[in-house]
Protein backbone atom coordinates (compact mmCIF):
# COMPACT_ATOMS: atom_id res chain seq x y z
CA UNK A 1 0.00 0.00 0.00
CA UNK A 2 1.11 3.31 -0.68
CA UNK A 3 2.37 5.88 2.08
CA UNK A 4 -0.57 7.38 3.83
CA UNK A 5 -0.64 10.83 5.53
CA UNK A 6 -4.19 10.30 7.24
CA UNK A 7 -3.49 11.76 10.81
CA UNK A 8 -7.54 10.23 11.75
CA UNK A 9 -7.86 6.30 12.61
CA UNK A 10 -11.20 7.12 11.36
CA UNK A 11 -10.44 7.88 7.87
CA UNK A 12 -7.36 5.74 7.25
CA UNK A 13 -9.43 2.76 7.91
CA UNK A 14 -11.28 3.46 4.62
CA UNK A 15 -7.58 3.57 2.87
CA UNK A 16 -6.98 -0.12 4.26
CA UNK A 17 -10.69 -1.01 3.25
CA UNK A 18 -9.92 0.42 -0.61
CA UNK A 19 -6.45 -1.78 -0.43
CA UNK A 20 -8.27 -5.00 0.70
CA UNK A 21 -10.83 -4.47 -1.99
CA UNK A 22 -8.27 -3.34 -5.00
CA UNK A 23 -6.51 -7.15 -4.25
CA UNK A 24 -9.85 -9.07 -4.48
CA UNK A 25 -11.38 -8.73 -1.26
CA UNK A 26 -15.35 -9.02 -1.46
CA UNK A 27 -16.13 -9.53 2.34
CA UNK A 28 -15.31 -6.50 4.54
CA UNK A 29 -15.92 -6.12 8.23
CA UNK A 30 -15.12 -3.29 10.03
CA UNK A 31 -14.95 -2.93 14.04
CA UNK A 32 -15.54 -0.01 15.53
CA UNK A 33 -17.41 2.05 18.27
CA UNK A 34 -17.09 5.38 16.39
CA UNK A 35 -20.26 6.55 15.07
CA UNK A 36 -17.92 8.39 12.84
CA UNK A 37 -16.41 5.51 11.12
CA UNK A 38 -20.07 4.51 10.10
CA UNK A 39 -21.09 8.01 8.41
CA UNK A 40 -17.09 8.29 6.69
CA UNK A 41 -18.01 4.32 5.27
CA UNK A 42 -21.78 5.01 4.47
CA UNK A 43 -20.47 8.62 2.50
CA UNK A 44 -17.69 6.51 0.84
CA UNK A 45 -19.80 3.27 0.02
CA UNK A 46 -21.21 4.30 -3.58
CA UNK A 47 -17.38 5.31 -5.00
CA UNK A 48 -16.07 2.05 -3.49
CA UNK A 49 -18.50 -0.38 -4.55
CA UNK A 50 -18.53 1.60 -8.37
CA UNK A 51 -14.95 -0.37 -8.72
CA UNK A 52 -15.95 -3.44 -6.75
CA UNK A 53 -19.74 -4.04 -7.24
CA UNK A 54 -19.39 -7.43 -5.60
CA UNK A 55 -17.93 -5.99 -2.31
CA UNK A 56 -19.99 -6.46 0.70
CA UNK A 57 -18.99 -3.99 3.52
CA UNK A 58 -20.28 -4.83 7.34
CA UNK A 59 -19.65 -2.90 10.36
CA UNK A 60 -19.16 -5.01 13.72
CA UNK A 61 -20.45 -2.01 16.03
CA UNK A 62 -20.53 -0.95 20.01
CA UNK A 63 -20.05 -3.29 22.61
CA UNK A 64 -22.13 -4.91 25.38
CA UNK A 65 -25.81 -5.34 25.12
CA UNK A 66 -25.46 -2.19 22.14
CA UNK A 67 -23.63 -4.90 19.98
CA UNK A 68 -24.82 -5.09 16.46
CA UNK A 69 -23.55 -5.88 12.87
CA UNK A 70 -24.89 -2.80 10.64
CA UNK A 71 -25.18 -3.97 6.58
CA UNK A 72 -23.92 -1.42 5.14
CA UNK A 73 -24.75 -2.19 1.97
CA UNK A 74 -28.66 -2.41 2.90
CA UNK A 75 -28.31 0.88 4.56
CA UNK A 76 -27.05 2.69 1.50
CA UNK A 77 -29.15 1.35 -0.81
CA UNK A 78 -32.44 2.26 1.98
CA UNK A 79 -30.95 5.56 1.78
CA UNK A 80 -29.78 5.83 -2.08
CA UNK A 81 -26.96 7.21 -3.47
CA UNK A 82 -27.12 11.19 -2.76
CA UNK A 83 -28.40 10.54 0.94
CA UNK A 84 -25.79 8.24 1.33
CA UNK A 85 -22.82 10.69 -0.12
CA UNK A 86 -24.35 13.69 2.00
CA UNK A 87 -24.54 11.81 5.13
CA UNK A 88 -20.82 13.02 6.32
CA UNK A 89 -21.71 16.47 5.73
CA UNK A 90 -24.57 16.07 7.69
CA UNK A 91 -22.98 14.25 10.49
CA UNK A 92 -20.57 17.18 10.65
CA UNK A 93 -22.55 19.65 10.61
CA UNK A 94 -25.17 18.48 13.55
CA UNK A 95 -22.12 17.42 15.76
CA UNK A 96 -19.35 14.44 15.78
CA UNK A 97 -16.35 13.90 17.46
CA UNK A 98 -14.74 17.24 16.52
CA UNK A 99 -18.06 19.36 15.87
CA UNK A 100 -20.10 20.98 18.17
CA UNK A 101 -23.96 19.97 18.29
CA UNK A 102 -26.24 22.60 18.39
CA UNK A 103 -27.52 22.99 22.04
CA UNK A 104 -30.38 20.31 23.15
CA UNK A 105 -30.65 19.24 19.17
CA UNK A 106 -29.66 15.32 18.63
CA UNK A 107 -29.32 13.56 15.83
CA UNK A 108 -33.09 12.59 16.01
CA UNK A 109 -34.24 16.34 15.60
CA UNK A 110 -31.56 17.10 12.52
CA UNK A 111 -32.91 14.23 11.27
CA UNK A 112 -36.17 14.76 11.13
CA UNK A 113 -35.19 18.52 9.69
CA UNK A 114 -33.57 16.42 7.08
CA UNK A 115 -36.71 14.94 6.08
CA UNK A 116 -38.66 17.96 6.40
CA UNK A 117 -36.22 19.75 4.17
CA UNK A 118 -34.65 17.70 1.71
CA UNK A 119 -33.02 20.58 -0.32
CA UNK A 120 -30.16 20.81 1.98
CA UNK A 121 -28.93 17.73 0.32
CA UNK A 122 -27.67 19.79 -2.20
CA UNK A 123 -25.78 21.68 0.23
CA UNK A 124 -24.60 18.47 2.02
CA UNK A 125 -22.97 16.79 -1.75
CA UNK A 126 -21.55 20.09 -3.02
CA UNK A 127 -19.13 20.43 0.01
CA UNK A 128 -18.61 16.37 0.30
CA UNK A 129 -17.46 16.50 -3.68
CA UNK A 130 -15.86 19.73 -3.42
CA UNK A 131 -13.35 19.01 -0.09
CA UNK A 132 -12.49 22.05 1.88
CA UNK A 133 -14.55 24.42 -0.83
CA UNK A 134 -14.91 28.11 0.10
CA UNK A 135 -17.96 29.49 2.29
CA UNK A 136 -19.24 32.70 2.80
CA UNK A 137 -22.83 33.90 4.19
CA UNK A 138 -24.27 34.85 0.28
CA UNK A 139 -23.09 31.57 -0.79
CA UNK A 140 -26.24 28.81 -2.11
CA UNK A 141 -24.80 26.01 0.33
CA UNK A 142 -24.66 28.51 3.26
CA UNK A 143 -28.02 29.69 2.84
CA UNK A 144 -29.65 26.55 2.86
CA UNK A 145 -27.64 25.13 5.67
CA UNK A 146 -29.33 28.52 7.37
CA UNK A 147 -32.37 27.41 6.32
CA UNK A 148 -31.93 23.62 7.64
CA UNK A 149 -31.04 25.44 11.06
CA UNK A 150 -33.70 27.35 11.23
CA UNK A 151 -36.08 24.04 10.74
CA UNK A 152 -34.04 22.25 13.14
CA UNK A 153 -35.75 24.99 15.67
CA UNK A 154 -38.74 25.69 14.36
CA UNK A 155 -40.00 23.10 11.83
CA UNK A 156 -42.96 25.27 10.91
CA UNK A 157 -41.23 28.09 10.54
CA UNK A 158 -40.97 29.59 7.07
CA UNK A 159 -38.11 32.23 7.54
CA UNK A 160 -34.67 31.55 6.00
CA UNK A 161 -32.55 33.65 8.05
CA UNK A 162 -31.14 32.32 11.60
CA UNK A 163 -31.21 36.00 12.77
CA UNK A 164 -34.64 36.28 12.16
CA UNK A 165 -35.87 32.78 13.46
CA UNK A 166 -33.97 34.03 17.23
CA UNK A 167 -35.89 37.00 16.93
CA UNK A 168 -39.27 35.34 16.36
CA UNK A 169 -38.72 32.45 18.95
CA UNK A 170 -37.29 35.07 21.39
CA UNK A 171 -40.21 37.49 21.14
CA UNK A 172 -43.16 35.75 20.06
CA UNK A 173 -42.36 32.37 21.74
CA UNK A 174 -40.98 32.96 24.93
CA UNK A 175 -37.68 30.64 24.27
CA UNK A 176 -34.65 30.77 26.48
CA UNK A 177 -31.84 31.93 24.95
CA UNK A 178 -30.34 28.63 24.73
CA UNK A 179 -33.27 27.23 23.10
CA UNK A 180 -32.91 29.35 20.07
CA UNK A 181 -30.46 29.25 17.02
CA UNK A 182 -27.24 31.02 17.09
CA UNK A 183 -26.31 34.01 15.19
CA UNK A 184 -25.52 34.19 11.31
CA UNK A 185 -21.88 34.86 12.38
CA UNK A 186 -22.07 31.94 14.96
CA UNK A 187 -23.34 30.13 12.01
CA UNK A 188 -20.69 30.44 9.83
CA UNK A 189 -17.84 29.88 11.76
CA UNK A 190 -19.85 26.35 13.29
CA UNK A 191 -19.95 25.85 9.02
CA UNK A 192 -16.15 26.52 8.48
CA UNK A 193 -15.32 23.82 10.87
CA UNK A 194 -17.93 21.48 9.50
CA UNK A 195 -16.61 21.66 6.01
CA UNK A 196 -13.21 20.89 7.41
CA UNK A 197 -14.17 18.03 9.30
CA UNK A 198 -16.11 16.62 6.10
CA UNK A 199 -13.03 17.13 3.27
CA UNK A 200 -10.89 15.11 5.66
CA UNK A 201 -13.96 12.54 5.23
CA UNK A 202 -14.39 13.23 1.79
CA UNK A 203 -11.34 12.13 0.68
CA UNK A 204 -10.43 9.78 3.06
CA UNK A 205 -10.16 7.50 0.32
CA UNK A 206 -6.80 9.16 -0.93
CA UNK A 207 -3.34 7.76 0.22
CA UNK A 208 -2.44 11.72 0.47
CA UNK A 209 -5.23 13.92 1.76
CA UNK A 210 -3.01 16.91 1.72
CA UNK A 211 -5.60 19.31 3.78
CA UNK A 212 -5.52 22.70 3.58
CA UNK A 213 -2.42 24.52 5.71
CA UNK A 214 -3.94 27.04 8.38
CA UNK A 215 -2.98 30.29 6.02
CA UNK A 216 -4.66 28.87 3.79
CA UNK A 217 -7.86 28.69 6.11
CA UNK A 218 -7.59 32.17 6.74
CA UNK A 219 -7.81 33.16 3.74
CA UNK A 220 -11.19 31.15 4.07
Known amino acids: MPRCDHEEAD??????????????????LVRTVDTDVVAILIGKY?????QHQMAAIWVAFGTGKNFMYLDINAICHALGKDRSTALPMFHSFTGCDTT??????????AWEAWNAY???????????????????????QFQLLERFT???????????????????LFSQKNRPMEKIPPTQEALLQHTLRAVYQAGIWATSDQCEQKPPTQGALDGL
Open 11 to 28: TRIVVHLKDALDKGCTNC
Open 46 to 50: HSLTS
Open 118 to 140: VEVTEAFNNFMNHPYMTVTVNCK
Open 150 to 168: VIIYNKTSNLDSVNEARRE
Open 100 to 109: SAFFGKGKKS
